[in-house]
């Protein structure tokens, strides 16, 4: 997936994102780094990824969400293909709302 994407500037932007601490620092960074409607989509797209992985359907993640048919497909194609990225953060998320 990455591979129209300069590696040593995807390298750059994680490690970025990995040197934040807390949540509002991690806001504050991307409201500087990405438009309003980037911020949108990206946002939009964990919604529909974790809805998805709680097995909700198309209707109620449009009715709550406003993304797109293809937007769900596409999140969904990357659950069940991608590179595990969402999986691994809802994970992990989980995992933290259990403690």
């Known amino acids: 997936m990455t591979n129209n994407i300069d590696d ?3 390298t750059l932007l994680c490690e970025a994102i990995l040197s934040l ?7 504050s960074f991307l409201e500087d780094a990405c438009s309003a ?3 949108k989509t990206i946002s939009q797209r964990m919604v529909v990824a974790k809805m998805l992985s709680e097995k909700s359907v198309y209707s109620k993640i449009i009715e709550e969400t406003g993304a797109s048919t293809a937007t769900i497909s596409r999140v969904n194609k990357s659950l ?8 691994l953060v809802l994970s992990r998320m ?6």
């Not at 601490?21 to 806001?27: A, L, P, Q």
């Not at 069940?80 to 999986?87: H, L, S, W």
């Not at 989980?94 to 403690?99: D, F, S």
């Open 8 to 10: 040593k500037a995807l």
């Open 21 to 27: 601490e807390t949540v509002e620092e991690c806001k």
């Open 37 to 39: 409607m980037e911020l």
């Open 80 to 87: 069940e293909y991608g590179a595990e990225g969402y999986r």
């Open 94 to 99: 989980n995992k933290e709302q259990e403690l």
